[in-house]
């Protein structure tokens, strides 16, 4: 037989590594790693609550990080709040007219299903091929109409069996919120009428809410803001009511406490009773409401926040009224937590800061949500 020499060391080395392995293996007890495996499907998690009207709206829109999202969503059913409303921006999901990235939504939704939360997603924000060129990313004309329906149908259908909440559109009594133009009931209630069939063409079941309203109490007259309650009777005059399967609505305090009583005059909490009203009085008593937006503030120095022990007790007590009213199905709060730090009033909506360490509110919302004491 014939015998090779080896001549060069690092070929010599080469073949008695292998044996200077099984040595290794043989004394030391040593096993190669076992080839990866792709893991189970994790199974939801349930949310312990004795409230199941309490959500919060999550402001994950502008979190990039999964792990982060991740947290969010596991520290809202920690504090034992079933629902949350997230916005989906249209201009995020289809920068370009037919191409559609639903890689954040994907990972938003499928986090929050793993945390057992049920999702209420807003549409709006108009991507920059769907408006005129330096306009508001609010502003749609009813030249685009179908486009915004097209997108609510795709969402829709993507989502089917995931999300089963959407509302079409964010205060669009608003003129910052309509575009920069004297709010126009009719013409939103001409925009439920483009979307809503198309929504439904995606998902029967799928429960359409009209938008939340800003409540105020400025006349349309003014151009900036159109009263809420008179907002939505034009709305039904507009021959709106076929075109949405419940009402979100955004119920503020600013100073007021929570008991202070209801006045069409002026803006507080329960204002929110109020819509309901005008629901009955055209017929759609039966409808619920969601409120999606909701609280009070405790900035150190705005001129609309109370001290953080009133918040706790407005909201604890809010909360608690939430489930004596049977034409209420939801309650939440703005604001979850922001991705970013700072010093402004808006950053004192959060019920969690920015690196996650919980607010007294947090905690006390947790405390009563998971059984302790009501208020």
């Not at 009213?325 to 703005?334: K, N, R, S, T, V």
Request: charged letters at 20%; glycine letters at 6%; a neutral charge.
């Amino acid at each position: 037989m014939k015998r090779f020499q080896i001549s060069h060391p690092a070929a010599l080395f080469v073949l008695v590594l292998p044996l200077l392995g099984g040595l290794l293996v043989g004394l030391l007890g040593y096993q190669p790693p076992a080839p990866p495996q792709t893991p189970a499907p994790l199974t939801p998690q349930v949310v312990q609550t004795r409230n199941p009207k309490l959500g919060v709206h999550t402001r994950l829109t502008d979190e990039v990080e999964a792990a982060k999202i991740a947290r969010s969503l596991r520290m809202v059913r920690e504090m034992g709040s079933p629902w949350i409303v997230e916005l989906f921006p249209w201009s995020y999901i289809q920068p370009e007219q037919g191409r559609f990235d639903w890689q954040h939504a994907d990972l938003v939704i499928g986090h929050a299903r793993a945390q057992g939360l049920q999702v209420i997603a807003r549409l709006d924000i108009v991507p920059a091929w769907a408006r005129p060129a330096h306009s508001s990313t609010r502003y749609l004309d009813r030249e685009h109409y179908p486009d915004y329906a097209r997108f609510v149908e795709s969402f829709v259908r993507r989502y089917r069996g995931q999300v089963d909440y959407i509302i079409v559109w964010n205060e669009p009594n608003l003129a910052f919120e309509w575009g920069g133009r004297v709010p126009d009931p009719a013409a939103y209630a001409e925009l439920l009428r483009e979307v809503y069939p198309r929504a439904k063409a995606a998902n029967p079941d799928v429960i359409v809410l009209a938008a939340g309203l800003a409540p105020t109490v400025e006349l349309p007259e003014g151009g900036r803001a159109y009263n809420d309650l008179l907002y939505l009777q034009a709305m039904y005059d507009a021959g709106a009511r076929p075109y949405f399967d419940a009402l979100a609505a955004h119920a503020y305090g600013w100073q007021a406490p929570f008991e202070q009583r209801p006045d069409p005059g002026r803006v507080n909490f329960r204002r929110v009773q109020f819509l309901h009203t005008v629901m009955k009085r055209n017929g759609d008593g039966d409808k619920p409401v969601y409120i999606t937006e909701a609280g009070w503030n405790d900035h150190p120095r705005w001129v609309k926040a109370v001290r953080p022990a009133e918040r706790i007790q407005y909201t604890l007590e809010a909360a608690e009224w939430a489930l004596s009213q049977d034409w209420l199905a939801c309650l939440a709060f703005w604001q979850f937590r922001l991705p970013w730090s700072g010093s402004s009033a808006q950053v004192y909506f959060s019920l969690v800061g920015h690196d996650f360490t919980p607010r007294p509110i947090y905690l006390e919302l947790q405390q009563y949500a998971r059984g302790g004491e009501t208020p």
